[in-house]
Nanobody, 126 residues
Framework: QVQLVESGGGLVQAGGSLRLSCAAS????????MGWFRQTPGKEREFVAR????????YYAEFVKGRFTISRDNAENTVYLQMNSLKPEDTAVYYC???????????????????WGPGTQVTVSS
């Protein structure tokens, strides 16, 4: 079992920055890949970013490329999402996700991940 807890959300003006954190506990050594997703009311949860076990490989949704950066500190069992140049359309609940084994599947799919955090609200005002 892996438990995930996000933090760092809040209210920020357009053009501002936030850094989200995702603290993992439990069987963290089994964590293979970590991802961030977001969801707004009435819409499906969508992929934002994904990072490999070692942090050497990262992937981003097109709408955040150049603005968001995913990173991880395995010693602290924490994954981060640095969000810069925020836009009102970035307003959403942001979720951290963990996959515990290697294998097939697409990292943009919710089913690729085994564990999810409860989410943290990010609100960007215009």
């Amino acid at each position: 079992q892996v438990q995930l807890v996000e933090s760092g959300g809040g209210l920020v003006q357009a053009g501002g920055s936030l850094r989200l954190s995702c603290a993992a506990s439990g069987r963290t050594r089994s964590t293979y890949a970590m991802g961030w997703f977001r969801q707004t009311p009435g819409k499906e949860r969508e992929f934002v970013a994904r990072i490999s076990r070692t942090g050497g490989m990262t992937y981003y949704a097109e709408f955040v490329k150049g603005r968001f950066t995913i990173s991880r500190d395995n010693a602290e069992n924490t994954v981060y999402l640095q969000m810069n140049s925020l836009k009102p359309e970035d307003t959403a609940v942001y979720y951290c996700a963990a996959r515990v084994i290697a294998g097939s599947g697409s990292y943009v799919d919710l089913a690729y991940y085994d564990y999810w955090g409860p989410g943290t609200q990010v609100t960007v005002s215009s």
